[in-house]
């Protein structure tokens, strides 16, 4: 594994669109006392279910900690790959890497900065050293090449493509003062455009979490397939997201 200099857009790469075929998915054990009620137990038993969902249709790799890691092996199904592999909390969404592709079946990496959605400003922990690490890890543990973003925080839960060139973000999320200050929103423009290799960028004003990621996109919407998203929708009035989601699926 090395990293390359340039960036993916310059090399010809792009993110595919999630629901696109996968070789493998990722998860990452959660065991945060601070995080998760009794001991972590019911969200590993939780984790545990979604990783032999997944399993049935694609393989899967569970990174766990030194500490959980006998435990997790032996609640896991034999085909379900585990590795040892630090981290400060569960969701590899966001702390782990992007993966692009070229149309000539290549695969490489982006390894974003990781703050805990937040950093010092407003994150969610202190440290998250450990989440950082998690992208460069994988991509050496996958033998793929890998880009640096460098000095650009970004969570894989705030961006959604549709593999054809368009991105859809939150200004919520993106523009929050804890992620890029040292940026105008045409800079974080370009870096998305170059490091995920998009033509067109979707500013969406809000997401629907502001309080833990900033408004995420991944809570408001994906698509399905080019040119058609899936949002969430309720007509129940007394629901504390009712105004929010009007707004978004009225626009």
């Not at 960036?7 to 075929?21: C, I, V």
């Not at 009620?37 to 969200?43: D, F, L, S, V, Y």
């Not at 490091?195 to 960028?201: A, D, I, N, P």
Request: charged content about 30%; glycine content about 8%; proline content about 6%.
């Amino acid at each position: 594994m090395k990293t390359i200099k340039s960036t993916p857009k310059a090399d010809g790469y792009y993110m595919p669109a999630e629901f696109e075929t996968h070789e493998r998915a990722w998860m990452l054990w959660p065991e945060r006392t601070d995080n998760w009620r009794n001991g972590a137990k019911p969200a590993q038993k939780v984790f545990t279910e979604v990783a032999k969902a997944i399993r049935r249709f694609e393989p899967i790799t569970v990174g766990v900690s030194d500490e959980q890691y006998s435990h997790a092996r032996s609640v896991l199904p034999d085909d379900i790959r585990v590795v040892e592999l630090s981290c400060n909390d569960s969701w590899i969404r966001d702390c782990g890497p992007t993966f692009v592709v070229n149309d000539q079946g290549g695969v490489r990496t982006v390894n974003w900065d990781f703050n805990a959605w937040g950093g010092l400003y407003d994150g969610l922990y202190f440290p998250w050293d450990k989440d950082d690490r998690v992208a460069s890890k994988i991509s050496s543990m996958e033998e793929v090449d890998m880009y640096k973003a460098e000095n650009f925080v970004l969570e894989g839960g705030s961006i959604t493509v549709d593999g054809e060139g368009t991105l859809v973000v939150t200004e919520q999320c993106l523009l929050s003062p804890g992620r890029n200050p040292h940026l105008k929103k045409e800079q974080i423009e370009e870096n998305l455009k170059q490091y995920l290799g998009v033509e067109k960028v979707i500013w969406l004003k809000d997401g629907m979490d502001p309080d833990e990621t900033n408004g995420h996109i991944d809570d408001v919407c994906c698509f399905a397939r080019p040119g058609e998203v899936v949002v969430p929708y309720t007509e129940d009035q007394n629901d504390p997201w009712y105004p929010k989601i009007r707004v978004l699926v009225t626009r």
